[in-house]
Each structure stands twice: as structure tokens, then as C-alpha cells.
């Protein structure tokens, strides 16, 4: 059983910064596959980023090279550092978990993963 908590959303002008924290329970966190997704109004939930237990990375193309996924776990925590925000990264985001098991290591759909968080809106200002 994992629960996820995610913080860090808010309101921003185009070109700012925000990160994004999720808090999980458990004491096996550092073996799961972690992710986040984001889903605007009206649109499908959409891949954003995902890490492996092995620390691998794997980024959407409309992220690439403005946002960053990491993880703590000491912490218990995975981040997600956005930079160059656009007014089209406004969405609610949500951070999901995977279980070890036989797989692709860094999931990007979210059948794939078992546990997600409430969201957090992220809102980007023209």
C-alpha cells in the first residue's frame, strides 16, 4: 500500500520556475518506478517524465531539455524541476508509482503504474 502526496503547484508568468514534490509512504520506495503525468481540461491524461529504482530517466518531447525528474530516497520523495514554463504545461499534475516487478524500467503509461497522488494545478500566465 503507497500513498502519494503531491506540493508545489501554483501560478507562474511564462518563462518562470516551479518544482514539484511528491511525498510517498512505504518502506520500499526505493525499488519502485515513479512518474508524472499531467492532464489539462478536456484532454487525455499525458506522460510527462519518469525515473527507474536505477535513477534511468525518460522524458516526453514537449519537456525535453526544460524539465528535470529526480528522487530522494532517503527522503521518500520524488521532484520534478520545471523550467521555460509555458502557458501549455498548464494542467493538473500528478506523480504515480510503479512496483518492482518484469518491465519497462522507466513506465510512460499510465496503466502502468499502481498508486497516484490527488494533483496539483500548475497555471502558466501569458
Known amino acids: 500500500q503507497v500513498q502519494l502526496v503531491e506540493s508545489g503547484g501554483g501560478l507562474v508568468q511564462a518563462g518562470g520556475s516551479l518544482r514539484l514534490s511528491c511525498a510517498a509512504s512505504?518502506?520500499?520506495?526505493?525499488?519502485?518506478?515513479m512518474g508524472w503525468f499531467r492532464q489539462a481540461p478536456g484532454k487525455e491524461r499525458e506522460f510527462v517524465a519518469s525515473?527507474?529504482?536505477?535513477?534511468?530517466?525518460y522524458y516526453a518531447d514537449s519537456v525535453k531539455g526544460r524539465f528535470t525528474i529526480s528522487r530522494d530516497n532517503a527522503k521518500n520523495t520524488l521532484y520534478l524541476q520545471m523550467n521555460s514554463l509555458k502557458p501549455e504545461d498548464t494542467a493538473v499534475y500528478y506523480c504515480?508509482?510503479?512496483?518492482?516487478?518484469?518491465?519497462?524500467?522507466?513506465?510512460?503509461?499510465?496503466?502502468?503504474?499502481?498508486?497516484w497522488g490527488q494533483g496539483t494545478q500548475v497555471t502558466v500566465s501569458s
Open positions: 512505504g518502506r520500499t520506495f526505493r525499488s519502485y518506478a
Open positions: 504515480a508509482a510503479r512496483s518492482s516487478r518484469m518491465g519497462v524500467i522507466t513506465p510512460t503509461i499510465p496503466g502502468e503504474y499502481d498508486y
Open positions: 525515473i527507474s529504482w536505477s535513477f534511468s530517466t
